[in-house]
């Protein structure tokens, strides 16, 4: 499996996390009968559910993007050292990220945002290069 490979393996698991860790927020918040039950109202708003549930959806948004960049590279032959380098880049800041914003940490978070969003454009730049 190549290095690209991984770092979306690594950044899928990070997903899974920040979604048991949502799911437990909303049973320690709302209890074990809400969190086996139909959830036919909504779960008591908190300040880590409401974080937890706005960091999956960014996570959500940049995965989808990585994750098509990367399929074209792998399925293209187009992996390189600017490609590994651009998925690493995201995948750290991304495992940073999750944190950072959990904890809501200002500042800090758009730069860590920004690095991911920077790995990301360099795979697209070797997709988009390699198309002309």
Same mark, same amino acid.
């Given at each position: 499996?190549?290095? +690209?490979?991984? !770092?979306?393996?690594?950044?899928?698991?990070?997903?899974?996390?920040?979604?048991?860790?949502?799911?437990?927020?909303?049973?320690?918040?709302? @209890?074990?009968?809400?969190?086996?039950?139909?959830?036919?109202?909504?779960?008591?708003?908190?300040?880590?559910?409401?974080?937890?549930?706005?960091?999956?959806?960014?996570?959500? +948004?940049?995965?989808?993007?990585?994750?098509?960049?990367?399929?074209?590279?792998?399925?293209? @032959?187009?992996?390189?050292?600017?490609? $590994?380098?651009?998925?690493?880049?995201?995948?750290?800041?991304?495992?940073? !990220?999750?944190?950072? !914003?959990?904890?809501?940490?200002?500042?800090?978070?758009?730069?860590?945002? $920004?690095?991911?969003?920077?790995? $990301?454009?360099?795979?697209? !730049?070797?997709?988009?290069?390699?198309?002309?």
């Amino acid at each position: 499996m190549s290095q +690209e490979l991984l !770092y979306l393996f690594g950044s899928i698991v990070i997903l899974i996390g920040l979604l048991v860790a949502q799911a437990t927020n909303t049973v320690v918040a709302n @209890g074990m009968s809400y969190g086996l039950g139909p959830r036919d109202e909504p779960a008591k708003p908190n300040v880590f559910g409401g974080r937890a549930k706005r960091t999956i959806a960014n996570h959500i +948004e940049g995965l989808v993007i990585f994750g098509f960049a990367i399929l074209i590279v792998e399925t293209a @032959g187009l992996s390189n050292s600017l490609t $590994t380098l651009g998925a690493a880049l995201y995948f750290w800041a991304r495992l940073a !990220y999750a944190p950072i !914003y959990l904890l809501g940490v200002p500042v800090i978070r758009t730069v860590v945002w $920004t690095v991911g969003l920077v790995g $990301t454009l360099m795979v697209l !730049y070797v997709c988009a290069t390699s198309a002309l």
